[in-house]
């Protein structure tokens, strides 16, 4: 038999904590019902902040991103609400009072959330711990209750960190009314210990939030974001924006004001314009000489080139660092050809120097192997030869042998040394099976032919190597 109050009559002689907590979750149900009905204030929401290191507030449309060292974000060029124009920028994050900034943005949060589905949500919140509470008041014993219990907390204590703080006294009242009819039930049941693991409950943010700012002070803020601005395409882009809408929106702002910030903002502009003329002027100049000095594997000239552009880059203020990057860069690729260039020049000269001797003596041998090619080729492609012939052939054959025989090659060409006096003793072997065979053509003379086709490719290889040793290089 139930007694007036609704709940079961032990429930109402043993629990009287589940009472008043229900009461004060119905109560805060309805008061969240009737503020999520009233739907979300017209108008559009707060905007976000960020806030300089010197303490100027620049409005973001929108939240901002962080990536790599720098914070992106858009920067509306007039009143927030009605922009003329949007531009999305980047700064580097040292540049930005991040304390102060994450604060603000907490707080816009919080109250963009507040304004839109925050009472919705905690309706439904509190509309789940008058259910829960519902099942608790009929559930069979005192384990099912603080299991219930238990489960009512635990989504009391995560609600304000997921749902920005919203209305975090009245969970925290809800959570000490649930808390507190735990004990009760574990009392009734005779239980002693209850682990509650304790959590710290989130608070609403304090930060305040500005005014909305107006035409002029959206101006005077977009300015400071394009001073603040690293690149100079970002730095121009929204400087040129901002006069045209001081241009555009003339009457609507101070006259005093108007004239000295279109002022301001037409010498930085002018001022762009001019280092952009001296920037490309430089960089045409450097490109110019260092063309003549690589040409020239004039090395020490173009490092001095390169010391020269750096003067007066720092002379110019350092204003165009992307410029001067891409500059310096190709001053360096430049630099390092004359380098390579100049090595190999000096590398020739040492050769055609140390090795005067040697070049000689295996110009004159590649000559005597000029004089017996035709010859050599003949036995390949199974010509005959006269015995005349062939006795004249041999006999130069074995003088190139006995030339090289003696010869000191330099280290790097001793294998193409012994690649010429390898083809020179194939040769000799060809010849000598030519004459075997006379005007018979049968295996000796194809192994002749073999082993004239040897000798040429060896001839080929060390031809190679002999010349790339000792060839001058190449004018640019």
Same mark, same amino acid.
């Given at each position: 038999?139930?007694?007036?109050? /609704?709940?079961?009559?032990? =429930?109402?002689?043993?629990?009287?904590?589940?009472?008043?907590?229900?009461?004060?979750?119905?109560?805060?149900?309805?008061?969240?019902?009737?503020?999520?009905?009233?739907?979300?204030?017209?108008?559009?929401?707060?905007?976000?902040?960020?806030?300089?290191?010197?303490?100027?507030?620049?409005?973001?449309?929108?939240?901002?991103?962080?990536? /790599?060292?720098?914070?992106?974000?858009?920067?509306?060029?007039?009143?927030?609400?009605?922009?003329?124009?949007? +531009?999305?920028?980047? =700064?580097?994050?040292?540049?930005?009072?991040?304390? %102060?900034?994450?604060?603000?943005?907490?707080?816009?949060?919080?109250?963009?959330?507040?304004?839109?589905?925050?009472?919705?949500?905690?309706?439904?919140?509190?509309?789940?711990?008058?259910?829960?509470?519902?099942?608790?008041?009929?559930?069979?014993?005192? *384990?099912?209750?603080?299991?219930?219990?238990?489960?009512?907390?635990?989504?009391?204590?995560?609600?304000?960190?997921?749902?920005?703080?919203?209305?975090?006294?009245?969970?925290? @009242?809800?959570?000490? +009314?649930?808390?507190?009819?735990?004990?009760?039930?574990?009392?009734?049941?005779? !239980?002693?210990?209850?682990?509650?693991?304790?959590?710290?409950?989130?608070?609403?943010?304090?930060?305040?939030?500005?005014?909305?700012?107006?035409?002029?002070?959206? !101006?005077?803020?977009?300015?400071?974001?394009?001073?603040?601005?690293?690149?100079?395409?970002? %730095?121009?882009?929204?400087?040129?924006?901002?006069?045209?809408?001081?241009?555009?929106?003339?009457?609507?702002?101070?006259?005093?004001?108007?004239?000295?910030?279109?002022?301001?903002?037409?010498?930085?502009? /002018? %001022?762009?314009?001019?280092?952009?003329?001296?920037?490309?002027?430089?960089?045409?100049?450097?490109?110019?000489?260092?063309?003549?000095?690589?040409?020239?594997?004039?090395?020490?000239?173009?490092?001095?080139?390169?010391?020269?552009?750096?003067?007066?880059?720092?002379?110019?203020?350092?204003?165009?660092?992307?410029?001067?990057?891409?500059?310096?860069?190709?001053?360096?690729?430049?630099?390092?050809?004359?380098? @390579?260039?100049?090595?190999?020049?000096?590398?020739?000269?040492?050769? +055609?120097?140390?090795?005067?001797?040697?070049?000689?003596?295996?110009?004159?041998? =590649?000559?005597?192997?000029?004089?017996?090619?035709?010859?050599?080729?003949?036995?390949?492609?199974?010509?005959?030869?006269?015995?005349?012939?062939?006795?004249?052939?041999?006999?130069?054959?074995?003088?190139?042998?006995?030339?090289? !025989?003696?010869?000191?090659?330099?280290?790097?060409?001793?294998?193409? +040394?012994?690649?010429?006096?390898? *083809?020179?003793?194939?040769?000799?072997?060809?010849?000598?099976?030519?004459?075997?065979?006379?005007?018979?053509?049968?295996?000796?003379?194809?192994?002749?032919?073999?082993?004239?086709?040897?000798?040429?490719?060896?001839?080929?290889?060390?031809?190679?190597?002999?010349?790339?040793?000792?060839?001058?290089?190449?004018?640019?």
């Amino acid at each position: 038999m139930r007694q007036s109050g /609704g709940l079961p009559g032990r =429930l109402a002689t043993r629990a009287p904590r589940l009472r008043s907590l229900l009461t004060a979750a119905a109560a805060l149900c309805v008061a969240g019902a009737a503020a999520a009905a009233a739907g979300p204030p017209q108008g559009a929401g707060p905007s976000y902040r960020i806030f300089l290191t010197d303490g100027t507030p620049v409005v973001s449309l929108g939240e901002f991103a962080r990536a /790599g060292g720098r914070v992106v974000f858009t920067v509306p060029i007039g009143p927030p609400s009605s922009p003329d124009a949007m +531009h999305v920028v980047s =700064l580097p994050d040292s540049a930005i009072d991040w304390d %102060r900034t994450e604060r603000y943005t907490d707080a816009v949060r919080h109250q963009s959330y507040a304004a839109t589905r925050g009472n919705e949500d905690f309706a439904a919140l509190t509309g789940a711990v008058a259910r829960a509470l519902g099942d608790m008041a009929f559930a069979a014993d005192a *384990s099912a209750k603080l299991a219930i219990a238990a489960d009512i907390r635990r989504q009391l204590l995560e609600w304000p960190a997921a749902h920005f703080g919203f209305r975090s006294a009245d969970v925290r @009242e809800l959570t000490v +009314h649930v808390e507190e009819a735990i004990s009760a039930i574990r009392a009734g049941a005779g !239980l002693r210990t209850f682990d509650l693991s304790l959590v710290a409950m989130i608070e609403p943010p304090s930060e305040p939030l500005l005014p909305e700012p107006g035409l002029q002070e959206a !101006l005077t803020r977009a300015a400071a974001v394009a001073q603040a601005a690293e690149t100079r395409r970002e %730095r121009v882009t929204l400087q040129e924006s901002i006069l045209a809408v001081l241009d555009r929106r003339k009457r609507e702002l101070p006259k005093d004001w108007h004239a000295s910030t279109r002022k301001d903002l037409a010498r930085r502009v /002018g %001022r762009e314009q001019e280092l952009d003329r001296a920037y490309a002027e430089l960089s045409s100049r450097a490109l110019r000489d260092a063309r003549e000095r690589e040409q020239d594997a004039d090395v020490a000239g173009l490092e001095q080139l390169a010391a020269r552009v750096q003067r007066e880059d720092a002379r110019l203020g350092y204003q165009r660092p992307e410029t001067m990057q891409a500059l310096l860069a190709s001053l360096a690729a430049s630099a390092a050809s004359a380098r @390579e260039k100049r090595v190999a020049r000096d590398r020739y000269e040492w050769r +055609h120097s140390t090795y005067r001797s040697y070049r000689r003596g295996i110009e004159d041998t =590649l000559e005597q192997f000029d004089e017996v090619i035709e010859d050599i080729l003949a036995v390949r492609s199974f010509g005959a030869l006269s015995g005349r012939r062939l006795s004249r052939t041999e006999k130069r054959v074995g003088a190139i042998v006995v030339d090289l !025989l003696p010869a000191q090659p330099p280290a790097e060409l001793a294998s193409a +040394h012994e690649l010429l006096l390898s *083809s020179a003793r194939l040769m000799t072997q060809a010849l000598q099976l030519q004459r075997a065979t006379a005007a018979a053509r049968g295996e000796a003379s194809q192994n002749a032919s073999a082993a004239a086709a040897g000798a040429l490719l060896l001839l080929d290889s060390a031809r190679r190597s002999v010349d790339g040793f000792f060839r001058k290089p190449a004018a640019p």
